[in-house]
């Protein structure tokens, strides 16, 4: 079992910063490929980015490539996302899921999520 605790999240304004920390714990990551994933009021849980299990790898969705950043520490037992200029429709509460070994757009295929940590983004 991995257990996934996000935090980082608040309320900021258009433009500004934040970095979400999701620290693991149960069992190492080593062997998890680790995704973000968010779900604004209203609407579906949408992909956001993930990392291949080295670190090596990453993909994002294209609303947030070039803005959003996701590395993990694996020694830390934690993975990150690094989101600059932040945009009122960034609004949601991000979660981060693990995966056994390989990552997925697909938020069904993750085998264990964390609880999310809310960001509100105002204009």
């Known amino acids: 079992q991995v257990q996934l605790v996000e935090s980082g999240g608040g309320l900021v304004q258009a433009g500004d910063s934040l970095r979400l920390s999701c620290a693991a714990s149960?069992?190492?990551?080593?062997?998890?490929?680790m995704g973000w994933f968010r779900q604004a009021p209203g609407k579906e849980r949408e992909f956001v980015a993930l990392?291949?299990?080295?670190?090596?790898?990453?993909f994002y969705a294209d609303s947030v490539k070039g803005r959003f950043t996701i590395s993990r520490d694996n020694a830390k037992n934690t993975v990150y996302l690094q989101m600059n200029s932040l945009k009122p429709e960034n609004t949601a509460v991000y979660y981060c899921?693990?995966?056994?070994?390989?990552?997925?757009?697909?938020?069904?295929?993750?085998?264990?999520w964390g609880q999310g940590t809310q960001v509100t983004v105002s204009s």
């Open positions: 899921a693990a995966k056994s070994w390989t990552g997925s757009k697909d938020g069904t295929a993750y085998d264990y």
């Open positions: 149960g069992r190492t990551i080593t062997t998890y490929a």
């Open positions: 990392i291949s299990v080295s670190g090596s790898g990453t």
